[in-house]
């Protein structure tokens, strides 16, 4: 089985997921997108962890593409990199065949596990940031990697893209606006 999340990817030889980013009370998709060649039904799970410290000052401040890898390189070493037991961490919604689960918590929220393992969140709140894991689980599939994650940040607003702004991924859609910044992406709010 190989199983990835579609987001961009960059640094030196770490392999970290770049953020991804949404305004908030927009919907967003988290992708993961896995192959197999088993026929057995798979099971998707999809876990949120918080960040490790507050982000909202994040939040109000997209990052600032001169800082660099330094910025990059601090911020996940601040802001993920803990031990589950000093952070939130909970099911948000699991599949089996066309059965989805959400948890207790997430239950009066527009939440759905689209494509064969998107997490789509209706409709982001502030406490939507955070680290996001996809797990899948085939019985008779057993090799490679079988979890991914993707780092989401909700934004309190949408940041304009310079004329030079190379992002992967934009989309601004009536109901959705999410990107994936590249390292050399110009963004500027105001």
């Known amino acids: 089985m190989f199983l990835g ?16 980013y949404t305004v908030l009370f927009q919907s967003v998709v988290l992708p993961c997108q896995y192959n197999s060649v088993s026929t057995q ?22 990052p600032d593409s001169g800082a660099g890898g330094g910025y990059e390189t601090a911020m996940t070493a601040n802001y993920l990199d803990c031990a589950d037991s000093s952070r939130t961490v909970r099911t948000v919604a699991s599949m089996s065949g066309s059965s989805i689960t959400l948890s207790e918590y997430y239950k009066s929220r527009d939440i759905s596990i689209i494509n ?8 982001v709140q502030w406490g939507d940031s955070g680290v996001y894991i996809c797990k899948v ?43 994936a910044p590249t390292p050399s992406c110009l963004i500027d709010i105001h």
Do not use: M
């Open 116 to 123: 064969k393992a998107d997490l789509r969140i209706g409709e």
């Open 41 to 62: 039904t798979p099971v998707v799970q999809w876990v949120y962890k918080s960040y490790c410290r507050d982000r909202t000052r994040d939040s109000f401040n997209f």
């Open 137 to 179: 689980v085939i019985s008779d599939d057993l090799e490679g990697q079988n979890e991914a994650s993707v780092e989401l940040l909700v934004l309190g607003k949408l940041p304009r893209l310079s004329q030079n702004a190379c992002c992967e991924g934009v989309s601004f859609g009536k109901d959705l606006v999410t990107f």
């Open 5 to 20: 999340v579609c987001v961009c990817v960059w640094g030196g030889g770490s392999h970290r997921v770049t953020p991804l």
